[in-house]
């Protein structure tokens, strides 16, 4: 539909071609907006270029091409076209929009299914904010490619298995299922992760007893199989709570863990090594990709079976991307995983190409997450210098947004819901607003603050302007226009409103939440520019005048709450 720079740009380069020969059919026109006009094309001047004329006559020539079009298009300096739009085209646009129960957004035909692989928390320790981001940003992604009616297939990646399996499960014996399984609910993953690591260093007896308990659970006697479901059970009934605390849309059936991968991976080596793709280079079973070598500009091996025979992360992630193509059909692969990562996935996906597990019509894409800084510049620790619990950090926000409205009046089943919203929208917000691969420093007094491009400021504009329909006594529904645009600041609104489908498009081919916050911001802050100027239920306003302003309040409405949702950033009704 509707955005106005595509209309644009197709409308531009339609003229491109009958102006200079369809072969300029495709051309960037360049449009931006600006500040003169709505838009301004700078196709001209590139293309004079090219055509040996002058620019200000090519331009000359588009504006001609484009005698039919719905508003106003003028050649100024060197050769820039300034574009504005009509009112009436810019209020029929809208209108059609208000229509629409997708708000202009497209769906994706045919429908893909994309794998998207994210939160993948370790559970030898526990949860800590390195994974927050790799939650909410996959989580976010996750949504946006179901809105669009792709096939989505969460997969949480868990680290569930390995050597240090033995030791934890040694622990759990030594201090009893009940008291282990309490520490794990209760988060304590790290404590009880060092308690067992103490020992493992300290006391050789202890240290026999965890290395033969990882034999004997790769081995898959059914005593410690039990022993190590009673971990795994009460670390991920912790991972859950952050999850439902968070609003993520993680479940038990999105849970496909290393350890789920165990019993393919003698396969997996086996027949790369058949395919002559693997080969044994000091003892270990390495696959070569071309391109990669290290600082010595020797070959940089991705080692797929260690010289003592044990498997590791990557085995395990050669086993995941065949299960990904091959049983889960999936026609794109998004892994939100940390960026110090990214040589670990680009040898995996190169390797996976070399075997034909990964055909060239399967995307295989790490989104990368950037650290999370604390205020001081350097890795988000406590002051102490550890690093920090989840739940506290969560639990932290939610406090500091119960104090940040306690003066509002509100009765305290409200007051918690609010808070909670408020809390764990700036949290997620924070993350998504800045672009996934760049670090971020964790700071709540931003995050939480009311003005700005956060979300308690995204979530007090939808519910001002719930506010306006309560006090007008009229439901959102019934707001219908129709829309005349008269005031600037009606206008700019309108005009921003018509770029949400686009945008959703564009953030979820791009896998970049962010461009979906700026537009939000900038919509939000265009309503709030034309709420200071337009009034809408003072009285004195004409019907008409009204009619169309409690539509620009509709609409508005519904792309803050969906662009929110889709985000996964709560909206609380009231604020
Ligand atoms: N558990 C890993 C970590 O915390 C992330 C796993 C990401 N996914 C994958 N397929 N390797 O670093």
Redesign the pocket.
């Known amino acids: 539909m509707t955005d106005p720079q595509i209309v644009l740009t197709e409308r531009v380069q339609q003229a491109l071609a009958r102006a200079f020969g369809q072969e300029h059919a495709d051309a960037d026109p360049l449009i931006r907006p600006s500040q003169f006009a709505d838009f301004q094309a700078n196709v001209a001047m590139s293309l004079a270029k090219r055509l040996r004329r002058a620019p200000r006559e090519v331009a000359e020539a588009i504006r001609t091409e484009l005698s039919d079009f719905p508003g106003t298009i003028e050649v100024s300096g060197p050769g820039f076209l300034n574009i504005t739009l009509d009112d009436t085209w810019i209020a029929a646009e809208a209108a059609q929009m208000l229509d629409d129960a997708r708000l202009g957004v497209g769906t994706i035909t045919p429908a893909q299914t994309v794998v998207i692989?994210y939160s993948?928390?370790?559970a030898a320790k526990e949860m800590h904010v390195?994974?927050l981001r790799t939650t909410i940003v996959g989580d976010a992604l996750a949504r946006l490619h179901e809105h669009l009616g792709n096939k989505v297939v969460r997969q949480n990646?868990?680290?569930d298995w390995g050597t240090p399996f033995g030791m934890l499960i040694e622990h759990l014996l030594d201090i009893g299922e009940e008291a282990a399984v309490a520490q794990l609910e209760a988060g304590m993953g790290t404590e009880y992760y060092q308690a067992a690591r103490a020992k493992f260093d300290a006391d050789e007896s202890f240290k026999t007893r965890a290395r033969v308990r990882v034999t004997t659970l790769q081995s898959g006697d059914p005593e410690t199989l039990r022993l190590w479901h009673v971990f795994m059970d009460a670390t991920v009934r912790y991972f859950n709570k952050i999850y439902e605390m968070l609003g993520v849309t993680l479940t038990d059936a999105d849970i496909a863990g290393e350890s789920m991968y165990n019993p393919m991976l003698q396969k997996v080596c086996d027949d790369l090594e058949e395919a002559g793709v693997a080969q044994i280079s000091e003892g270990a079973l390495c696959v070569f990709p071309p391109g990669f070598t290290g600082s010595d500009d020797k070959p940089l091996p991705l080692i797929i079976r260690k010289s003592d025979g044990g498997y590791g992360?990557a085995t395990?992630?050669m086993a995941?991307v065949r299960y990904r193509v091959h049983d889960l059909k999936s026609d794109r692969m998004l892994?939100v995983?940390?960026a110090d990562?990214a040589l670990h996935f680009r040898m995996v996906f190169e390797a996976a190409r070399m075997a034909g597990w990964l055909p060239d019509t399967v995307s295989a894409e790490h989104v990368k997450i950037g650290m999370m800084l604390g205020k001081d510049g350097r890795r988000f620790k406590t002051r102490s210098g550890e690093s920090v619990k989840l739940m506290d950090l969560l639990q932290e926000a939610i406090d500091r947004a119960t104090a940040a409205i306690a003066d509002r009046g509100y009765d305290e089943q409200m007051q918690r819901e609010i808070a909670h919203a408020v809390g764990m929208g700036a949290v997620k917000y924070a993350d998504l607003s800045v672009s996934h691969d760049s670090e971020y420093v964790f700071d709540f007094d931003r995050m939480l603050g009311f003005t700005g491009n956060t979300a308690p400021y995204l979530q007090y504009a939808q519910a001002r302007i719930r506010s306006i329909f309560r006090r007008g006594g009229v439901d959102p529904a019934t707001a219908t226009g129709p829309i005349v645009l008269g005031e600037p600041a009606e206008r700019a609104l309108a005009l921003q409103l018509l770029g949400f489908g686009a945008v959703v498009e564009q953030t979820t081919a791009l896998s970049e939440p962010h461009r979906l916050c700026a537009y939000i911001y900038a919509a939000a802050t265009a309503f709030t520019d034309f709420f200071e100027q337009c009034p809408v239920l003072k009285e004195g306003v004409e019907p008409d005048v009204r009619a169309s302003r409690l539509a620009l309040c509709a609409l508005t409405l519904r792309v803050l709450e969906t662009g929110l949702d889709l985000l996964g950033v709560p909206v609380p009704e009231r604020m």
């Open positions: 692989d993948a928390p370790n390195g994974h990646h868990l680290g992360y395990t992630d995941a892994y995983v940390g990562q």
